[in-house]
């Protein structure tokens, strides 16, 4: 069984892999852990001097040591691979599952309120454009 991990760089995501790193076992499974990359609504000042280039590449590094830092806790032998996109969440996830012909998508959900709730999270996004199973992880 082929599980995509989405991992957004919050705490949630240590508790994302480990519920999907349980799945796998129970399965007989292995996981990719993906995660998205956009532009932050506020850049922080050090990217304001850096060429457009250097910060998507910034942001790609840092998602590239998240997930090392993931898949270093997990158990070993689990995680077959790590990817990082520049994409929208839902849409990354979407399109890795497809691309890569997992069985299920396993994503974390955070509570949110007023605005978020309405427009939709990308945990909702996800569930409703994946043609693949979705596994919700909700913070205990």
């Known amino acids: 069984m082929k599980i ?4 957004d760089g919050s ?3 240590h508790l994302v892999a ?3 790193a349980k799945l796998a076992a129970r399965m007989g499974g ?7 990359v956009t532009l932050p609504p506020e850049l922080p000042p050090s990217f304001l001097v850096m060429a457009p280039d250097d910060v998507q590449k910034a942001l790609i590094e840092g998602a590239e040591a998240n997930l090392r830092d993931v898949a270093a806790r997990l158990p070993p032998g689990l995680v077959v691979a790590k990817r990082v996109e520049v994409n929208t969440p839902w849409r990354g996830l979407v399109h890795a599952a497809k691309e890569l012909g997992v069985d299920i998508v396993v994503i974390g959900a955070h509570s949110h309120h007023g605005l978020e709730r309405l427009l939709g999270t990308t945990a909702s996004k996800v569930v409703d454009h994946c043609d693949r199973s979705v596994f ?3 913070p205990h």
């Open 4 to 7: 995509l991990v989405g991992i």
């Open 11 to 13: 705490d949630m995501g």
């Open 18 to 20: 480990a519920e999907a």
């Open 30 to 36: 292995s996981l990719t852990l993906f995660r998205a």
């Open 136 to 138: 919700v992880v909700r």
